[in-house]
């Protein structure tokens, strides 16, 4: 690419005093005031979050409305803060979300531990972990700040299932070829 | 207004001192949410606008809307300074760190007595300055007080016994140093003007606003339009003395941290910034005084033409008390307009660096002051003979 010198122009006897500039930086600002306002104000509007924003993590059911979880407890490993806890227990055989044999009897995720890296999403083989936009959380005590089981679904609701996996082996279960 | 009220001098002077404090005080205070609300504006964004006294909140319209403009926020803030942790670090010498923003108080509020913040006329028709003291020395008196503020910041700097402070004061110091001389110099010329040789002289400020309510086109006319060089120098060193962007070395977040008030928290932080703004307050006094007509509506329409026309409308304009309340409303008006004009440079310009302050200070203002005033001597020599 071509090289073009540039000369700096000695500056002008008004420019060196810098009044001029001071002035009609005056005048911009001045304009500004009357400017209508361009702030958010936070509360009562919020921004929209782009897809795939990482906040907090979130559990999700399935949109049979059944715990998708089978704590396994691999994002309890994986989680490099150790913010998730899960105690595992048995679903009854005859309850009506019975699909699998395990869910969390309780699962609690320590926000004041959580760095929001997302490695529990990228770790979980049924999709039931997902860092959704929820990104003001907040609380008076360290208790406020973990979330359980039930705060954690609530948070999450439910996302489109593009799998159904459990729908599947079922299906395949009752054509008699369980794998 | 002693021969309007007949009240014992002292007792005059004790009232009249009281509203002086009454309204340079609120006036500082009010300072601290108009900053916050003037940036606010200049950046595109309400500003303040939360805080609300619960009862507040159930008064219709009035009630949503001081809470949109903020004025409870005065409260809230004042509230929180006051009674929010305020600890004193282990390392400071304790009996100076609490005394340097006190001492600052002082010269900010001793400095109001010699200003005149109105004036009234008397039954014979002569102009009384509304003034705690009108002294002759009334300028030398401003100069000389309001100086002594920086004591606030050294003793600050000092006492802190930490790197930091201690910079910021020395940068008050000399800061202050180098704008005075040019300050003084820029005021001279004024003063030259309208001691005419062969009266007694005086550094009245009341005088000063007295020749510039004279008839015709060179007696109406603002000290601003005649000696704008004055103005200019006088201004620019308002702000270095103020301690106000760009010149607010002594302070500067970005390499002092805070400065001088580093180490302060809660009501002791908050006072030197009443300090500040009592300074700011005065100081534009004095430049309105000076260069802007005091307490005349406008330029070649003084105080005594304004009362002669609205004297058609009854004869209560010409009332002492009208007229004295109309001056202070009408000075008040362009002190609030200074302290705006203030908050708005300090959105506009960037702060300077340190060298910057001492070389425009040194090698800008004072020549330029100094030539303005060899300029304007030999000028008024000339006109005089
Ligand atoms: S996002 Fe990271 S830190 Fe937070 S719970 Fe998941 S794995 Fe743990
Ligand atoms: S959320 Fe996923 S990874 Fe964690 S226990 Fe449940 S199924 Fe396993």
């Not at chain 1, 799998?163 to 054509?175: G, I, P, S, T, V």
């Not at chain 2, 007696?219 to 200019?232: C, D, H, L």
């Not at chain 2, 002594?250 to 805070?258: F, H, K, N, Q, R």
Request: with cysteine.
């Amino acid at each position: 690419m071509a090289v073009i010198p540039v000369d700096r122009k000695p500056l002008s006897f008004a420019e060196r005093t810098y009044m001029p500039q001071i002035l009609s930086g005056m005048k911009i600002t001045f304009k500004h005031l009357m400017a209508p306002k361009v702030t958010m104000e936070y509360p009562e509007e919020r921004p929209a979050i782009p897809a795939g924003y990482r906040g907090v993590p979130t559990l999700v059911k399935d949109p049979n409305g059944r715990e998708k979880c089978v704590s396994c407890q691999l994002c309890e490993f994986v989680c490099p803060p150790k913010a998730i806890r899960i105690t595992p227990g048995e679903i009854p055989p005859d309850a009506p979300t019975r699909h699998v044999e395990k869910a969390p009897q309780a699962f609690d995720i320590d926000m004041l531990r959580c760095i929001y890296c997302g490695l529990c999403q990228e770790v979980c083989p049924e999709e039931a972990i997902f860092l959704q936009q929820q990104y003001t959380m907040t609380g008076y005590s360290r208790e406020e700040m973990v979330n359980h089981k039930d705060r954690l679904y609530e948070l999450g609701g439910t996302l489109p299932d593009e799998h159904y996996k459990w729908d599947k082996k079922k299906a395949a279960e009752e054509h008699g070829n369980a794998h | 207004m002693s021969d309007f009220f007949q009240l014992h001098p002292i007792l005059l002077g004790i009232l009249k001192g009281l509203a002086v404090i009454l309204v340079i005080f609120p006036i500082a205070g009010v300072c601290s949410l108009a900053e916050r609300k003037v940036s606010a504006w200049i950046q595109g964004r309400p500003g303040p606008n939360r805080a609300i006294p619960p009862w507040f909140a159930w008064v219709p319209v009035i009630g949503p809307f001081l809470q949109r403009l903020g004025v409870f926020h005065l409260m809230a803030d004042g509230g929180k300074l006051l009674f929010k942790e305020d600890p004193i670090p282990g390392h400071v010498n304790k009996f100076y760190f609490m005394l340097a923003p006190l001492v600052g108080l002082v010269p900010a509020f001793t400095t109001v007595v010699v200003v005149p913040f109105g004036a009234y006329f008397d039954q014979a028709g002569h102009l009384i300055p509304l003034v705690l003291a009108n002294v002759d020395v009334g300028l030398l008196a401003v100069f000389a007080v309001s100086s002594l503020g920086v004591y606030s910041l050294i003793l600050a700097g000092w006492a802190s016994n930490s790197k930091y402070p201690f910079l910021g004061a020395v940068r008050a110091t000399s800061q202050l140093v180098s704008y005075e001389l040019a300050m003084t110099l820029s005021v001279l010329p004024v003063f030259l003007w309208i001691n005419a040789p062969g009266m007694s002289g005086s550094l009245s400020l009341a005088r000063v606003v007295d020749f510039q309510s004279q008839a015709g086109f060179w007696g109406g006319a603002w000290f601003v339009f005649t000696m704008p060089i004055s103005a200019f120098v006088f201004l620019v060193s308002l702000f270095a003395e103020t301690n106000r962007q760009p010149f607010d070395m002594p302070e500067s977040e970005a390499d002092l941290v805070g400065g001088f008030h580093t180490e302060y928290g809660a009501f002791k932080w908050s006072l030197f910034f009443v300090n500040e703004y009592a300074h700011m307050t005065v100081g534009s006094g004095v430049f309105i005084l000076l260069f802007l007509g005091g307490w005349n509506p406008l330029p070649w329409v003084s105080l005594a033409t304004l009362i002669g026309w609205l004297s058609h409308l009854g004869a209560w304009a010409a009332h002492p008390l009208f007229v004295g309340v109309l001056s202070v409303v009408i000075f008040i008006t362009k002190i609030i307009t200074m302290l705006f004009v203030f908050m708005w440079v300090r959105w506009t310009l960037p702060r300077f660096r340190y060298d910057q302050v001492m070389k425009i200070g040194w090698q800008r203002l004072l020549p330029l002051a100094i030539a303005n005033l060899i300029v304007y001597t030999v000028g008024i020599a000339l006109l005089q003979k």
